[in-house]
């Protein structure tokens, strides 16, 4: 009779350990190489419009540090289709920018923080 000192683990263990797994790279993504954004205003009509869709690199101008690490990965300020804060603000760091790879250029598109944001604390958002 042979002995196998391997069993399987039960389906919803695997799921579980997927989704943390699926969740911390999502987020570490999102912090610290890109994140999309909407166009939220007409003021690049010219070239953008409201509405669209943009890539941010991070890596190239270097990621901001975040100011809580109490927040609900994947989330901006407020939890999905509620009022509710998406983070603690009894936890606050100092941020800073880790260097990039160049220099923001003439004519680029930049993203920056909302002069309304600056009552939240920042997150992993470009400026």
């Known amino acids: ?7 399987k683990k039960p389906m919803f263990i695997e799921w579980r350990n997927a989704l943390v ?44 540090t975040p100011a809580t690490p109490l927040q609900v990965p994947l989330t901006h300020q407020k939890i999905w289709g509620t ?22 250029e003439r004519g680029e598109t930049v993203v920056f923080n909302a002069p309304k944001d600056l009552l939240d604390p920042i997150e992993s958002l470009w400026t």
């Open 21 to 64: 797994f699926a969740v911390i790279v999502a987020s570490l993504f999102r912090w610290s190489l890109a994140e999309a954004f909407v166009i939220p205003t007409s003021s690049m009509e010219n070239s953008l419009l409201v509405g669209d869709y943009i890539l941010v690199s991070k890596v190239h101008y270097g990621p901001r």
């Open 83 to 104: 009022d509710i804060p998406s983070y603690l603000d009894w936890i606050q760091f100092p941020t800073f920018r880790l260097p990039g790879m160049r220099e923001v």
């Open 1 to 7: 009779m042979k002995s196998t000192s391997t069993q």
